[in-house]
């Protein structure tokens, strides 16, 4: 059975920092892309970060700079170190695991992020 379990959320003042965890179980990890999603209220979910299993890095524009994943294939684990956060960083952010052989998608429940204005 797969599962990517988030950790990390918690309601954070603007400036401040929180580090996103993702365990994956169930998969073999290092051969998925591994991603992190976000999805504010009224907004759709949106791409925040992705780690290919090839060791690429992308990041969406709004977060570069502040934002860094990272990935520990030996643990099986994802993370998101979030740094210098704003208002508008707020929003469930989930882990995603897309295995391009066989284009099957996994997603965790999420974790809420609240930054504080």
């Known amino acids: 059975q797969v599962q990517l379990v988030e950790s990390g959320g918690g309601l954070v003042q603007a400036g401040g920092s929180l580090r996103l965890s993702c365990a994956a179980s169930?998969?073999?990890?290092?051969?998925?892309?591994m991603h992190w999603y976000r999805q504010a209220p009224g907004n759709q979910r949106e791409l925040v970060a992705r780690?290919?299993?090839?060791?690429?890095?992308n990041y969406a524009d709004s977060v570069k700079g502040r934002f860094t994943i990272s990935r520990d294939n030996a643990k099986n684990m994802l993370f998101l170190q979030m740094n210098s956060l704003k208002p508008e960083d707020t929003a469930v952010y989930y882990c995603?695991?897309?295995?391009?052989?066989?284009?099957?998608?996994?997603w965790g429940k999420g974790t809420l992020v609240t930054v504080s204005s």
């Open positions: 995603n695991a897309h295995n391009r052989f066989s284009s099957v998608d996994y």
């Open positions: 169930g998969i073999t990890f290092s051969l998925n892309d």
């Open positions: 780690f290919s299993r090839l060791g690429i890095t």
